[in-house]
C-alpha cells in the first residue's frame, strides 16, 4: 500500500505554552519507555498547518530499531535489520538502512544530516525551532498523512519525515497526496446519465 503523504512550504513556528498545552512534552511509562512528543506548525498562504512527533526509546538503552536493509541491487529479496539503540547514529550503520526509512534534515547544499531513530530526529528539529534565525525562513517539509477514527470521527494528523530549509525562489504550496478506495456503490450511475461527469462519490 502506498504511503498518504504531504507537502508543505512555510514558516516553522512552536506554540506558546499554557497550561492546557505544551508543544514539547515527555511522558515515562512504568517499563521506562520515555516518550517525547512535539507539536509545532508550518504557516503559508493557505493557512496553518499542525505537524506532530511522538518518539522514544527505553530509558535503559535496550530499544532496538526495526529497518530494512538498503539493497544493492532492485531485484535482491527484503532483508531486516535490528539495530541496538547506541548504535543508532553511527554513520556505517546509517548507510545499511534503507532511505525508505531515513529521516532527513537539509540546512544546506553541503549536507544533510540523516536519522533512523525518530528521537533524534525529533530533537533536531525542535533545536531549529527554537533558533531565532530561522524564524522568518521558510521551510519544506515533508512526510506521512495518518487518519484516525475516534468516537465516530475521522481526524488527520501530519508526521514530518524530511526538513530542508528552501531556497530563497522557493513558492509557498501545501500539498496532500491521498491514495483513495471506494466501494462498489460509492459512484452514483445517475449523475453520469444527465452530466456525463462522476460528481457524487463517497469514500470510505
Wanted: glycine fraction near 6%; charged fraction near 30%.
Amino acid at each position: 500500500m502506498a504511503r498518504n503523504t504531504f507537502k508543505i512550504v512555510g514558516k516553522l513556528q512552536l506554540g506558546k505554552e499554557t497550561e492546557k498545552f505544551k508543544p514539547y512534552k515527555v511522558s515515562k511509562s512504568a517499563k521506562g519507555w520515555l516518550g517525547h512528543r512535539l507539536v509545532f506548525g508550518i504557516k503559508n498562504i493557505t493557512g496553518f498547518h499542525n505537524v506532530e512527533l511522538f518518539e522514544g526509546y527505553m530509558e535503559d538503552g535496550s530499544s532496538l530499531i526495526y529497518c530494512i536493509k538498503k539493497k544493492e541491487n532492485y531485484s535482491d529479496e527484503t532483508e531486516k535489520l535490528q539495530i541496538k539503540w547506541k548504535l543508532r547514529n553511527n554513520p556505517d550503520v546509517i548507510e545499511q538502512v534503507s532511505d525508505y526509512n531515513k529521516l532527513t534534515i537539509k540546512m544546506d547544499d553541503e549536507q544533510v544530516t540523516k536519522y533512523i531513530a525518530g528521537y533524534d530526529f525529533l530533537q533536531h528539529i525542535y533545536s531549529i525551532l527554537q533558533d531565532d534565525r530561522y524564524k522568518d525562513e521558510l521551510f519544506i517539509v515533508t512526510g506521512d498523512v495518518e487518519y484516525q477514527k475516534y468516537e465516530g470521527k475521522i481526524y488527520r494528523k501530519l508526521h514530518p519525515r524530511h526538513i530542508e530549509l528552501a531556497p530563497k525562489d522557493t513558492q509557498e504550496v501545501s500539498l496532500l497526496n491521498l491514495e483513495l478506495y471506494y466501494t462498489q456503490d460509492a459512484v452514483d450511475t445517475e449523475m453520469f446519465d444527465i452530466n456525463k461527469k462522476y460528481t457524487n462519490i463517497k469514500s470510505i
